[in-house]
């Protein structure tokens, strides 16, 4: 039995028709709807397998990893960005490599590894610096911000790291909107934010999250909307408005749950029983700092459950309960011992003696 070869023609189909795929499985993440996201990632991957397409499979890796790291299953996440990373740089893709390499640093900021985050982050700014035109300058001041922020946010000395931030952040934000990226525009916010969160306004931080929040609505992006409320709700909790910020952290939560993303979710519910812990209500923040470790522990992600199990100790001991932060200490210590981090794993041990018998 003979096979022919596909024409030009027929391959070319082939092309557009995956990048429909991969453009619409695009869609349905941002719009939180991740299983129908990953059947079209996976389908978009079939074709460009069968007819031998490396940048399509390269692509289909890298929203794999931003599709898993939603889900906070963040040691998979870096496994697709990996293998994005190789197949984009293989093929002198310089824009889909450094994608590639901010998707990566995200998840190494979570996992707790900051040294390879900023290697990467600044590696993505060598490369956005190579590349024409305005959305690419405006991403190369965005991960600049980024590094310049993470570089601040580890050594709280170095003040000057977070005002270069907020500059890089602001030029980025001004090109997104005059390109009009919406997109680009409410990620800079957010990260606008974040820059004032740690420079302790929580007011002007509120504001640019809330403006983050505006544009996830318009667009229809569930997750940034969680992440947005989330923001606003912390904040919340600095100035003192504890009831508008259990109205924004429950929404955020709840809106997680629904599109399963784990991280926001596990972020939310533990904001919450902090926000009850501060303004008094012992027995609600019990229930969800129980239900933030809950959460955790059924991703099946270690590292998650790290996030989670960490600073409900200070709470525990707000309450008066020691015992409760000595098991959550206790969790901790062996986590960290688990994941091979002995040096955090010696300093939860060292906590965990200092605390009253």
């Known amino acids: 039995m003979l096979f022919r070869s ?30 129908q996201a990953e059947r079209l990632y996976t389908d978009a991957y079939k074709i460009d397998s069968r007819f031998g397409n490396p940048l399509g499979l390269a692509t289909a890796e890298y929203n794999r990893g931003l599709l898993v790291a939603m889900r906070g299953n963040l040691l998979v996440s870096l496994f697709h960005f990996d293998i994005a990373r190789t197949a984009y ?22 996992l707790e590894n900051a040294a390879y985050a900023l290697a990467d982050l600044r590696a ?14 405006a991403n190369y001041h965005s991960v600049v911000g980024e ?17 270069r931030a907020l500059e890089a952040y602001k030029r980025a934000y001004a090109i997104y909107e005059k390109i009009g990226y919406r997109q680009g525009q409410m990620v800079a916010l957010g990260w606008l934010g974040n820059v004032y969160s740690e420079q302790s306004d929580p007011a002007e931080a509120k504001a640019f999250y809330v403006s983050s929040l505006d544009i996830a609505k318009k667009m229809g992006s569930p997750f940034r909307e969680a992440i947005a409320l989330e923001n606003v709700g912390h904040q919340d909790v600095a100035l003192g408005k504890y009831a508008d910020a259990l109205v924004n952290l429950k929404r955020a939560a709840e809106i997680a749950n629904k599109i399963g993303a784990k991280m926001v979710e596990v972020n939310s519910l533990q904001e919450i029983g902090s926000a009850c812990a501060k303004s008094g209500d012992g027995e609600h923040a019990l229930s969800y700092f129980g239900r933030a470790v809950k959460t955790a522990e ?5 590292y998650l459950l790290i996030n989670a199990l960490q600073g409900i100790d200070d709470d525990y001991m707000r309450l008066g309960d020691v015992g409760g932060a000595r098991g959550a200490l206790i969790r901790l210590r062996d986590l960290y011992a688990e994941v091979g981090d002995n040096k955090k794993s010696a300093e939860v041990r060292h906590k965990i003696e200092q605390l009253p018998k």
């Open 89 to 110: 740089q293989q093929h002198g893709n310089k824009l889909g490599e450094a994608d590639a390499l901010v998707g990566r640093a995200s998840s190494f900021r979570s």
């Open 124 to 137: 993505a700014a060598s490369l956005y610096a190579q590349i024409p035109g305005a959305l690419a300058e």
């Open 147 to 163: 590094a310049e922020f993470y570089q601040g946010y580890d050594h709280p000395s170095d003040r000057e790291s977070m005002g």
């Open 6 to 35: 596909k024409t030009a023609r027929e391959r070319h189909i082939e092309v557009l028709e995956s990048a429909f795929l991969t453009n619409l499985g695009n869609v349905y993440r941002e719009q939180g709807l991740l299983e």
């Open 298 to 302: 059924e991703s099946g992600d270690s």
